[in-house]
C-alpha cells in the first residue's frame, strides 16, 4: 500500500493577550484556519471554543455569521490528497524538536478521511494516525494512533481529545471539522488583516459536552472574504488559564485550491509562551490513486 496530508494566521496575535473577545484592538489588528486532512482540518480545524453558565445560555446565535462559517466548512478543500509535513515543536527555553511526516486524505460521500506516517526522529518513526471525521453531527469522529514500539493501536476516546496530539500545541480534537450544529455564532466585527479583509467571528458552543471534548471554551477566528479561509484564530483553554493562537503565515492556491503551507499554534498563559509548533506544508498534490481500503485500522499498521 502507498499512501501521503492536510491542514490554517497574519501580524503577532499574542500581543493582544489581555484583550477580551470584543476589544477592539485584537479585532482590528491584522491574521485561524479550518478545512484540510487531520492537522490540522490540521481545517481544520475551525478551532471553536465558548463560554459557559450564563454567557452559554445568553449567547445568541446571529444568521449572517452562521452563513460565513457554513461558507468556511463547505470550502472546497480537494479530494485524494498527499502531502509531505515537517513539525517544528519548541519549548519555552526555545529548544527544538523536529518530526517529519507524510499525510494522506480522501473524501468518502461527504465524510472525510485522513492518515499520516511519522518519518522522523527515530523515536517516532511509523507512527501513525487515522482519522474518521464525519459529516453527521449525531456521530462522534473515530480516531486510532498506531504506537510501533508497541505494536499496538489505541482508539482515541471522546474523553481524550483534548489532550495533545504527538507532544504538539494541537489536540485530537483539531484534527477534525466540529459539527457547526455544536456552536453559536457572533459576528462581532470587520477588520482588514495585511490587506485582505476579513470578519471576525466568534463561536460558542451550545453545551458543556462539547467543551469537555474540545478541552476549549471560546474562541475567535478572522475569516478571508475573498477565499473563505480561517487565517487567524484565538483560542481559550478550559484549564490552567491558557490561551492558544493559531496563525497562518503562508496560504497558497495549488490547483485551484487554498492551502495553509506554513501555520503556527502557540500556548500562553498570561504574556509566557508556553510552548509553539511551527506546521509546513510540503509537496501538495490531489487528485492522486489512494484506495479507500487503504484508510483502515489494518492500513495504519501497514504504513505508507
Not at 471534548?213 to 487565517?231: A, C, P
Not at 484549564?239 to 495553509?260: F, S, T
Request: charged share 35%; hydrophobic share 30%; glycine share 6%.
Amino acid at each position: 500500500m502507498n499512501v501521503r496530508d492536510r491542514l490554517a494566521k497574519p501580524r503577532d496575535p499574542e500581543a493582544t493577550e489581555r484583550s477580551s473577545a470584543t476589544d477592539t484592538r485584537f479585532c482590528s489588528q491584522p491574521g485561524a484556519l479550518r478545512k484540510g486532512p487531520a492537522l490540522l482540518a490540521l481545517s481544520c480545524l475551525v478551532f471553536v471554543v465558548g463560554l459557559s453558565g450564563t454567557d452559554l445560555a445568553n449567547a445568541a446565535d446571529e444568521p449572517k455569521a452562521r452563513d460565513i462559517m457554513t461558507r468556511v466548512d463547505e470550502r472546497d478543500d480537494g479530494d485524494n490528497r498527499t502531502s509531505e509535513m515537517e513539525m517544528v515543536l519548541i519549548d519555552k527555553r526555545g529548544k527544538k524538536r523536529v518530526r517529519e511526516l507524510t499525510s494522506f486524505a480522501k473524501d468518502q460521500g461527504e465524510d472525510d478521511y485522513s492518515m499520516m506516517f511519522f518519518v522522523s526522529p527515530a523515536d517516532v518513526q511509523d507512527t501513525g494516525f487515522l482519522t474518521y471525521d464525519y459529516e453527521d453531527a449525531e456521530r462522534d469522529d473515530d480516531q486510532w494512533l498506531y504506537l510501533p514500539a508497541l505494536k499496538k493501536t489505541k482508539r482515541i476516546a471522546s474523553s481524550d481529545k483534548s489532550g495533545s496530539f504527538m507532544g504538539s500545541d494541537f489536540s485530537y480534537a483539531d484534527m477534525t471539522d466540529r459539527p457547526l450544529e455544536n456552536y453559536e455564532y457572533q459576528l462581532i466585527q470587520e477588520s482588514e488583516i495585511n490587506g485582505h479583509p476579513v470578519w471576525v467571528v466568534q463561536s460558542t458552543p451550545i453545551d458543556d459536552e462539547e467543551i469537555d471534548e474540545t478541552g476549549y471554551t471560546k474562541s475567535i477566528q478572522f475569516v478571508r472574504k475573498d477565499n473563505d479561509v480561517v487565517i487567524r484564530s484565538k483560542i481559550w483553554v478550559k484549564k490552567g488559564k491558557r490561551n492558544k493562537y493559531l496563525e497562518v503565515k503562508e496560504l497558497e492556491q495549488i490547483d485551484g485550491i487554498w492551502v495553509p503551507t506554513v501555520m503556527t499554534m502557540t500556548t500562553k498563559k498570561g504574556k509566557q509562551t508556553l510552548h509553539r509548533t511551527i506546521l509546513t506544508t510540503r509537496n501538495v498534490k490531489f487528485n492522486q490513486d489512494l484506495k479507500l481500503d487503504s484508510f483502515s485500522v489494518r492500513g495504519l499498521e501497514t504504513g505508507p
